[in-house]
């Protein structure tokens, strides 16, 4: 039997080995860009991984408002690019948010799904479009949800 997980966790390495490079990623933007009352500004760090594991690559980050939201994720995304030079990449995942001065969105635990678009240059830096909303999937009392 101890042999099996030796298998699974050999083929499991040998699929999270990537040829891509770790990335990390700083941008800027609006938050809550579809609240009048909390609209602001956004600037949000995140860090992508050389691992892959079927084109999923996990990833980490924080956001802060300029109102004093806080937004720590973890997830995975999905890094496609096509012709190597254009980037399509959806992504899932889940963190703590803190909403300070920012919009309240009625729990802790937040889910984040989001699609980012851009072009990869040939020194394999990028540039690109980043939309993500925000909620919580209905855990808490509220659930107004978060665009940027």
């Not at 042999?3 to 770790?22: G, K, M």
Request: with cysteine.
């Amino acid at each position: 039997m101890h042999r099996f997980f030796i298998y699974c966790a050999l083929l499991l390495t040998a699929t999270l080995w990537s040829a891509q490079e770790d990335l990390l990623s700083v941008g800027a933007g609006i938050n809550a860009m579809r609240s009048n009352r909390y609209r602001t500004g956004e600037v949000r760090l995140e860090y992508k991984s050389h691992l892959e594991w079927y084109t999923l690559r996990p990833m980490a980050g924080i956001m802060t408002s300029f109102l004093g939201s806080v937004y720590v994720y973890g997830g995975f995304g999905l890094d496609w690019l096509i012709q190597k030079r254009f980037l399509f990449s959806p992504n899932f995942a889940a963190g703590y948010y803190y909403s300070g001065n920012g919009k309240k969105l009625g729990f802790p635990l937040e889910f984040r799904s989001g699609l980012e678009v851009g072009y990869q240059f040939a020194n394999k830096y990028r540039v690109g479009l980043h939309y993500y909303h925000i909620s919580n999937a209905s855990l808490g009392h509220r659930n107004p949800g978060l665009e940027s």
